[in-house]
């Protein structure tokens, strides 16, 4: 199934492909999905955050979109860098090709090269069974980022339409999102854009079989007609995907229009009666809507009002929200606002965010790059710590907190990373020997790792379910110096999860404290909405009192 998309970006063309991937999930299908970012980027990895949103990392190492992370959340499944597609990865793969001498001396073109190995990988990462089983996918639901039209989806596009033939049309289905605005005072519903673009794809060689419009409201019934009549589909195949209070609710909402009653013609395969998963959902969404005990979480990080770049962070604490019944309420705080410079030059702003602090039930240091809001980070683990407020660290906010405790329980004063300070007297925090330090891209330790509890006693093996070993993905490059563990643990911090060689700090825990936990990997990359991550769920029901 290609899911592509017309007007304009940002139309939420992930979670309408990943609830279409649900629907065909809970008629019992094995689905899986491939993302593809026409940039010239390789992977995700060396993209900021604040221009592209979050970089997701997946269990192989790979640092891909942040849609990918909506597949992986809303199917429950693994994915794996190949399952993120990228103009820089085709074009690496078709030149090394060449320089090989593959092509034995022909001119090497876009049509065909590139356009065939685009359609090679889609079949063969389609082909790939799920991991740990040898279960290989129905369906796979294929999303084109950017929009139809764009300079660099053209080879992408072509690709696909030549991929019709390939596989036969019985078993492709081309879903195009758009959008349909609300114009003048009487609310009309525009559907102009949607026609256009709609022509640009069929102009390109590609017909939809579904048009899914995205809008304030519902679809009037002239509208759905007049793009159905303009855009050579049948009515029923034109659904509509008005917002909706929680993102649980979009499946439902295409279940309703009769979305997978096309699939299924498309693809011919029988729906069951009961479907047990679409009930499941239900029932989170309506359980969404009644929560009404609040829990104020603080986000002490970078902020350029994307707030994209901490997704995963913010659908782990949803995930865990739901589990321990609590409306979620993100005060995002500004770490460098917390600053004691920032008094003297904005007290007003520095004062607010110390109120907004102080009035949260937990407070969270996600992971992060660069010395910005270090020392504010810093004195917010610092006031956690010492004001018995549950603290989550994640990564960069592990070692935060090992900084922290080390300058005010050890009394370090210049403790730091190296990080931020090259010549700190107490390098409590370093770079990890073995990356280096002169290429950025692809140079972390990234991926599934391997994290040993080493204490019954622990919060984590308690939240882990009493497994000593345990499976998370990382994106870092400097760990706790292991020269100074013992005399850190002496003075009461505890690493009570370690990697495999014993080396790698991985959980860092306080005693005589209700919830002081970090860890350096990032588990809100293995949230799912029914299985919320452990850290997430610990940390809501210590900042709700339920812990
Ligand atoms: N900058 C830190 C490191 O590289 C933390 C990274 C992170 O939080 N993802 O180790």
């Not at 649980?248 to 299924?264: C, E, I, R, T, W």
Request: hydrophobic share 35%; with cysteine; net charge negative.
């Amino acid at each position: 199934m290609i899911v592509s998309g017309g007007v304009l970006s940002g139309l939420g063309k992930g979670v309408t492909a990943s609830s279409i991937g649900v629907l065909l999930k809970s008629a019992g299908l094995n689905v899986t999905a491939i993302k593809i970012d026409p940039y010239l980027n390789s992977d995700a990895g060396t993209m900021s955050p604040f221009e592209h949103g979050e970089v997701f990392v997946l269990d192989d190492g790979g640092e891909a979109d942040l849609d990918l992370g909506n597949y992986e959340r809303f199917l429950d499944v693994t994915l794996g860098k190949d399952n993120n597609l990228t103009t820089g990865k085709i074009y690496s793969k078709v030149i090394e090709s060449e320089r090989r001498g593959d092509y034995l001396g022909k001119t090497v073109q876009v049509v065909p090269h590139i356009t065939d190995s685009i359609q090679d990988w889609i079949e063969d990462v389609a082909h790939v069974p799920e991991q740990g089983t040898n279960k290989v996918a129905d369906v796979c639901v294929v999303e084109l980022g950017g929009t139809v039209g764009d300079i660099e989806s053209a080879p992408f596009i072509e690709a696909l339409r030549q991929f019709q033939f390939r596989v036969g049309s019985e078993n492709i289905c081309f879903v195009h999102v758009s959008l349909v605005p609300v114009m003048g005072p009487v609310g009309e519903q525009k559907t102009k854009p949607t026609q256009h673009s709609v022509r640009e794809l069929r102009g390109l060689g590609i017909t939809p079989d579904v048009i899914i419009c995205r809008s304030k409201t519902s679809l009037t019934e002239d509208a759905r007609q007049k793009i159905a009549l303009f855009c050579h589909v049948e009515s029923n195949a034109v659904l509509s995907a008005s917002d909706v209070s929680n993102i649980y609710k979009v499946p439902l909402l295409l279940d309703q229009q009769g979305a997978l009653v096309l699939l299924s013609q498309k693809f011919k395969f029988k729906i069951p009666v009961n479907r047990p998963l679409l009930d499941e959902w239900m029932s989170m969404a309506i359980q969404i809507d009644d929560l009404d005990k609040e829990v104020c979480i603080a986000m002490v990080g970078k902020y350029t009002g994307l707030s994209d770049s901490y997704l995963s962070v913010i659908k782990a604490l949803n995930h865990a929200s739901i589990a321990s019944s609590r409306k979620l309420n993100i005060e995002w705080i500004e770490a460098s606002n917390l600053e004691n410079n920032v008094a003297k030059t904005d007290p007003e702003i520095h004062a607010d965010s110390w109120e907004r602090l102080k009035n949260a039930d937990g407070i969270l240091v996600p992971g992060g790059f660069g010395d910005r809001g270090i020392e504010g980070k810093i004195l917010a683990a610092e006031y956690a710590r010492t004001s018995s407020t549950p603290y989550l660290g994640i990564c960069l906010g592990l070692q935060i907190a090992v900084i922290e405790f080390c300058r005010n329980v050890l009394g370090w004063k210049d403790s730091n990373s190296t990080e931020f300070n090259d010549n700190t007297p107490h390098p409590v925090v370093i770079y990890m020997p073995e990356i280096s330090k002169t290429h950025l891209g692809g140079t972390m330790r990234l991926g599934s790792r391997r994290t040993i509890i080493n204490d019954e006693k622990s919060i984590a093996f308690k939240l882990y379910n009493g497994n000593k070993n345990i499976h998370e993905r990382h994106r870092h490059r400097y760990e706790v110096n292991p020269d100074l563990i013992e005399s850190i643990e002496d003075a009461g911090m505890k690493f009570v999860g370690k990697d495999d060689t014993g080396q790698r700090m991985e959980i860092v825990e306080i005693s005589n404290h209700p919830f002081f936990f970090a860890t350096q990997y990032h588990p809100e990359f293995k949230t799912r909405p029914t299985k919320p991550s452990p850290p997430f769920y610990g940390f809501l029901m210590a900042s709700s009192k339920q812990f």
